[in-house]
């Protein structure tokens, strides 16, 4: 615990129960109940390696291989950004918007920027009978996505696209087809990566992180591209980083969207922003 707590970690006690509960392969609510419990010896190397990654640095979310998101366990490794809690809200998000739509056709939803699934896999289990595509630039981000739909039993019911925002969907046939486009996308400002905590820095891939200049530039492209995917009263619905949100009014308007609403964080902190095209 010593030398978590010494390499900055700032839950030391909670993850050294992680990687021992890890390495025993038990839970940690076990460890806990039975903590005299005797480990066998080959347990202590195999801690000692796990023990090292983590004082890299390394997200604790590699080591044990998966994380838990909207109450499911998704596998986790450096092929893509860790699924965060806050995320929980585009999902939340999405599940309001399709609440309020009329009848009829089960809705077709899209997530661009899919990384390791966990958005469009939660709404797979929310909505079972919707349609759903999802696609990444990441050719490595799609193929944990496709793993992780292969472990919730949903790999034939999400359609898997590669490519750049919206041109993958187009190519696809989909212009005109969607009722609802998610996305997580990258929105940190290319100067604020070097001081992000090593995790997220030197283990997240980098083209899940850098917005461009102000964090934005994806953003833009999103509302100048995606519109032409929606059908009549479809909408997008955007998770956006720090201060970002209070901006997106304006820059939306200038791409023909109406902000509709915006929902914060545990924090209070605005996060995600729902619009419609004008
Ligand atoms: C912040 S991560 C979000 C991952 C996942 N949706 C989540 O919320 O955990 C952004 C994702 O967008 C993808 N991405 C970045 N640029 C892209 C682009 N131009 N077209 C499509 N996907 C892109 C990255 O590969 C990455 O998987």
């Not at 994380?67 to 809690?85: G, K, N, Y």
């Not at 920027?113 to 966990?118: K, Q, S």
């Not at 999400?158 to 041109?167: I, P, S």
């Not at 619905?237 to 914060?264: D, K, S, T, Y």
């Amino acid at each position: 615990m010593r030398r978590l707590r010494r390499a900055g970690i700032e839950s030391p006690r909670l993850e050294a129960d992680l990687l021992l509960g890890h390495v025993l392969g038990c839970s940690r609510a076990e460890l806990l109940a039975r903590p005299e419990r005797p480990a066998p010896v080959e347990c202590a190397a195999a801690f000692e390696a796990a023990l090292l990654r983590r004082l890299r640095r390394e997200p604790i979310q590699h080591i044990l291989g998966r994380t838990e998101f909207w109450s499911m366990s998704f596998r986790t490794d450096a092929r893509a950004l860790v699924p965060r809690p806050e995320t929980e809200l585009l999902v939340q998000g999405a599940l309001e918007f399709l609440a309020g739509r009329a009848g009829g056709e089960p809705p077709a939803i899209a997530e661009i920027g899919v990384g390791a699934g966990a958005v469009i896999l939660a709404l797979a289990r929310e909505l079972p009978s919707a349609r759903l595509y999802a696609s990444d630039v990441s050719c490595e981000a799609l193929a944990l996505a496709a793993e992780n739909a292969r472990l919730h039993g949903v790999r034939e019911r999400v359609r898997f696209l590669e490519g750049d925002l919206a041109a993958p969907y187009l190519q696809a046939g989909l212009a005109g087809r969607l009722d609802l486009v998610l996305s997580n996308p990258p929105y940190i400002p290319s100067g604020d990566i070097a001081g992000l905590q090593p995790e997220v820095r030197e283990y997240d891939p980098r083209v899940a992180l850098d917005g461009g200049g102000d964090g934005l530039a994806i953003v833009r492209r999103l509302l100048k591209d995606a519109a032409v995917l929606l059908r009549a009263g479809g909408g997008m619905i955007l998770e956006l980083g720090l201060g970002q949100p209070a901006a997106m009014g304006g820059i939306a308007a200038v791409h023909g969207w109406r902000v509709e609403r915006v929902l914060r964080d545990h924090r209070g902190i605005e996060r995600v922003v729902a619009m419609r095209v004008v």
